[in-house]
């Protein structure tokens, strides 16, 4: 909503020195947030004057333009001038707007003498673009006679067309549909300084009659009130008063006719929506009803639309000449022979207009106050408004008829505590100022001081006012939020962390210790994503839960697993320069129940018992935590100390080897074949027997479907086991104090035996002085023969009580040897 501070003025007694920065600040801290600020005119500067056209010659140009070479009389203060003007929509004797040399305009529009097609032009004469006040660049803008008979030349132009203002727009929230209007942006701001207020709908109307044109409401729940006045002997040529046009303009919305401005200035002074109806097109009386099924209609957009049966309509004889409530028909549009013009002014049910707006797509200005909700007590008066403002510029007179049909809608009484503000907010709220704010935005008060209650009845503007806690936040906001006590709440002894939250904040640490990054990412996937991950159609990961208004219908699905957005992220990423990427998620998944049990829909007449809500929570998807973390680029960065390292499977391995350890846990690691990964770089991570995920390298394809670099890498586990499985005290490792003996042994194995398996193999057979033990070599070539592969480990050995000695180092190596030979068929090199 844009205000123009000039139009506020008009209606509350601001002090003089009350700037728009101030106003809005005040008004925000009401509630109506400030969007915008404009200050239309404020970049015009010299001189900008009404000139006469005195004289001037067209002269052709040998590009095929034709000039005229203007002689204007800019006033006894500027004198004559001589204007070079592409523009030929003027006469001798126009008065027209001229920037002399040293004006600007709008968008720091400098002008100068120049000379340009043989004469030097003094100026310029304006169009209305070049103005800000219009779009029309085809001609300039000439002053009409019947708008500007006082006009002479020399007179200031940017007063006569009211170029500088100030312009207030606000982010109007849906329960704030009075501040639609300049009434009920007026009334906040006489609220915020304590001034006087003139409400523009407080005007005398006359008494209904019978000899009004004639209405019948067949649909009374979606239009309880319809007011139509009548004006004859109208001149559709008159034109929109300057003012008038210009505030319509500076409220966002373009000047078409007097009788169309009309109708705009008066929903924007008062909130109404209006609709004018050419009397000589109409078929006999207004009917309001609902649509009947093949109903068409074609409305003022030039747009044939089917109705639905839910649609609210205008009709008459010929059948549906509206929508009500969101725009008119195309039959009975005012036009420029339009000489009677019937004045609808009616209140609409919202909900009703709400649905037809958007089944129509229809967003428009009367809609968009009818949703949200309209005093119904308006229409008399802004009928009356609409009908004066038409005569008063555009001639005619107002039929004595007035038809008003229905009444308005009652406000229920709302009962409240007289403390209650105080109570809820905190501040020191007494009973009077309860009494006085709730008056200040309309109610009607009664106390009852006995009892400590009050009972309130909401003004006909407030349709948002229904319970207790609504009065609670007027009375708030016109005390102020800013008095509300900065009191610390005193913090609940013997509370923490509980256990899962530690927990997983360790693995959150490790992670950052790992060079990791944490993201945060939206839960939905689409079907796209499982093609693209490789997944074959009987993936248990393609058995998802579908979400009834997906945010997008590309992701209409609960995430069954983290990879899609991550590999997004790298993606996203690497294509703004990364070398390296390392990013990590810890996030439910949505795994739907073994029969995808729909919940059922409880009703709300009634508290659901134990079975309703055991019901409700069985259709419940199970939501483990997970987490996954995508690999790519350098995992080591090259420098002065030397080479980088690419990323490989093993550091995704790795990454979960750190978050088990930092849980007390130790993994198992297995080879295996699973999309999205690589065939033979995939491994399966097991805790306990448990199969908890997979790391490895991604595949070729799924690296291209998702734009990251080749073999790149992943992993993703059930998070939540792992906290699960974590023991609640880490056992610390004992550490010895004599020196470690060191052995290297290598062995040749079938090329397909996971080194894993190796590895568990030599721990066992090497007994409990075995301290670690760490691949560090794999070669494969002519000198072992094909279909082998020779694995070489560091073995490390120390007691905890003694030095070891040789023999007993030899003695446990070759025992590991011994049992590896035996199981694998493993031959030392």
Request: contains cysteine.
């Amino acid at each position: 909503m844009r205000a123009p501070l000039s139009w506020i003025r008009e209606y509350v007694d601001l002090p003089d020195d009350v700037t728009p920065q101030d106003l809005a600040h005040r008004l925000t801290a009401l509630g109506l947030k400030l969007e915008a600020l404009h200050h239309p005119g404020a970049d015009v500067e010299g001189p900008l004057v009404v000139g006469r056209v005195l004289s001037f010659e067209d002269e052709p140009q040998k590009n095929g333009k034709v000039i005229r070479w203007c002689r204007v009389d800019c006033g006894p203060e500027h004198g004559e001038h001589g204007i070079v003007c592409g523009a030929h929509n003027f006469a001798v004797d126009d008065l027209v707007v001229v920037s002399l040399p040293g004006a600007v305009l709008p968008g720091g529009f400098a002008i100068s003498a120049r000379k340009t097609y043989g004469h030097v032009s003094d100026g310029m004469i304006c169009s209305t673009r070049e103005l800000g006040t219009g779009d029309d660049h085809d001609g300039i803008l000439v002053l009409d006679p019947r708008l500007d008979a006082d006009a002479k030349p020399g007179d200031d132009a940017v007063a006569l067309l009211g170029l500088r203002d100030d312009v207030i727009e606000f982010e109007i929230n849906p329960d704030r549909a009075y501040a639609l209007s300049l009434r009920g942006v007026a009334r906040e701001a006489a609220i915020a300084y304590d001034a006087t207020y003139r409400d523009p709908a407080h005007r005398d109307v006359p008494q209904p009659n019978e000899s009004g044109y004639p209405v019948r409401v067949e649909a009374a729940d979606g239009c309880p009130v319809f007011v139509a006045r009548t004006v004859t002997g109208f001149d559709p040529t008159a034109p929109t008063p300057r003012w008038m046009a210009r505030r319509v303009q500076l409220a966002g919305m373009r000047p078409i006719s007097l009788a169309v401005d009309v109708t705009n200035y008066v929903m924007l002074e008062l909130g109404n929506p209006i609709h004018g109806y050419d009397a000589d097109r109409l078929d006999g009386p207004i009917v309001v009803r609902r649509a009947e099924a093949g109903e068409k209609l074609t409305t003022l957009d030039g747009v044939t639309r089917d109705l639905s049966t839910e649609d609210l309509l205008i009709t008459d004889g010929s059948g549906p000449i509206g929508l009500a409530g969101v725009m008119g028909g195309e039959s009975t549009e005012l036009n420029d022979a339009t000489t009677t013009v019937v004045v609808e002014a009616a209140h609409f049910e919202a909900t009703g207009i709400f649905r037809t707006a958007r089944r129509h797509r229809l967003p428009t200005e009367g809609a968009k106050r009818w949703e949200r909700g309209v005093d119904p007590l308006l229409p008399a008066y802004a009928a009356d408004r609409v009908a004066h403002l038409l005569v008063e510029h555009g001639g005619g007179r107002i039929d004595d008829g007035v038809t008003y049909v229905g009444g308005p809608p009652a406000q229920p009484e709302i009962a409240a505590d007289l403390d209650l503000p105080a109570r809820v907010t905190g501040m020191p709220i007494d009973r009077d100022t309860t009494v006085r704010h709730l008056r200040t935005v309309g109610c009607s008060v009664t106390v009852d001081d006995d009892a400590g209650t009050l009972t309130a009845l909401p003004p006909s503007w407030r349709p948002d006012l229904t319970d207790p806690y609504d009065l609670v936040e007027e009375v708030a906001r016109i005390v102020g939020y800013t008095e509300v006590p900065s009191v610390l709440p005193a913090a609940p002894a013997g509370r923490g962390l509980t256990r899962a939250q530690k927990l997983r904040r360790r693995v959150g640490f490790a992670l950052a210790g790992a060079g990791l990054v944490e993201v945060r990412s939206y839960p939905f996937i689409g079907p796209a994503d499982f093609d693209r991950l490789g997944l074959p159609a009987d993936d248990v990961l393609r058995d998802t839960v579908r979400v009834a208004n997906p945010l997008s219908e590309e992701a209409p699905l609960l995430s069954t697993t983290l990879l899609p957005e991550l590999l997004r992220t790298t993606a996203r990423n690497v294509g703004r320069g990364a070398p390296a990427v390392a990013v990590y998620e810890t996030a439910a998944v949505f795994l739907p129940t073994a029969d995808h049990r729909k919940a059922p829909i409880l009703g709300v007449d009634r508290r659901p018992d134990q079975a309703d809500l055991d019901a409700l929570l069985a259709a419940v998807p199970r939501q483990p935590l997970f987490l996954a973390a995508v690999l790519a680029g350098d995992r080591q960065a090259s420098g002065w100390w030397g080479a980088g390292r690419p990323v490989s499977w093993a550091d995704a391995v790795q990454v979960v080897r750190d978050v088990a350890a930092v849980l007390g846990l130790e993994v198992e690691v297995v080879q295996a074949t699973r999309a999205p990964w690589h065939s033979g770089r995939c491994a399966e991570l097991r805790v306990d027997g448990r199969e908890i995920g997979h790391a490895g390298e991604l595949h070729p394809a799924v690296c291209t479907a998702y734009g990251v670099p080749a073999r790149t890498c992943a992993l993703e586990v059930d998070l939540g086991f792992l906290v699960e499985r974590a023991p609640d005290v880490v056992q610390a490792p004992n550490f010895s104090t004599y020196p470690v003996a060191k052995e290297d042994v290598a062995l040749v194995v079938d090329a397909d035996l996971p080194q894993a398996t190796l590895a568990a193999t030599l721990r066992e057979g090497a007994g409990v002085l075995l301290e670690s033990l760490r691949l560090f070599d794999v070669y494969t070539g002519a000198q072992i023969g094909a279909g082998k592969k020779s694995l070489a480990y560091a073995l490390r050995f120390r007691a905890p009580d003694r030095t070891l000695t040789e023999a007993e180092t030899g003695a446990a190596r070759d025992a590991a040897v011994a049992l590896a030979a035996e199981r694998h068929g493993a031959v030392q090199r």
